[in-house]
Nanobody
Framework: QVQLVESGGGLVQAGGSLRLSCAAS????????MGWFRQAPGKEREFVAG????????YYTDSVKGRFTISRDNAKNTVYLQMNSLKPEDTAVYYC???????????????????WGQGTQVTVSS
């Protein structure tokens, strides 16, 4: 069992930055691939970024490449999403998720993830 708790969301102006954190608990957490997803009102939940268990492999959706950075600190049981140059279209609830596959072979696929956090709201004003 893995429990995930997100934090760090808030209201920011366009061009600003936020760093989301996801605190994880569970004996085998560090062996999981971790992902960040987001869901805007009226839209489906979409993949944003993912990171393999070792942190060596990272993955991003095209719309955030060069602006967002995913990282993890297994010693602190935490995964991060640094978001820079935020745009109004980044406004959404952001969710942290854990996939038992350590290598992230299907990191982009929402249904592959076994555990989800409760989400944190990110609002970017224009």
């Amino acid at each position: 069992q893995v429990q995930l708790v997100e934090s760090g969301g808030g209201l920011v102006q366009a061009g600003g930055s936020l760093r989301l954190s996801c605190a994880a608990s569970g004996r085998t957490w560090s062996s999981y691939t971790m992902g960040w997803f987001r869901q805007a009102p009226g839209k489906e939940r979409e993949f944003v970024a993912g990171i393999s268990w070792s942190g060596i492999n990272t993955y991003y959706t095209d719309s955030v490449k060069g602006r967002f950075t995913i990282s993890r600190d297994n010693a602190k049981n935490t995964v991060y999403l640094q978001m820079n140059s935020l745009k109004p279209e980044d406004t959404a609830v952001y969710y942290c998720a854990a996939d038992h596959d350590p290598y992230g072979t299907k990191v982009y696929v929402r249904s592959e993830y076994d555990y989800w956090g409760q989400g944190t709201q990110v609002t970017v004003s224009s």
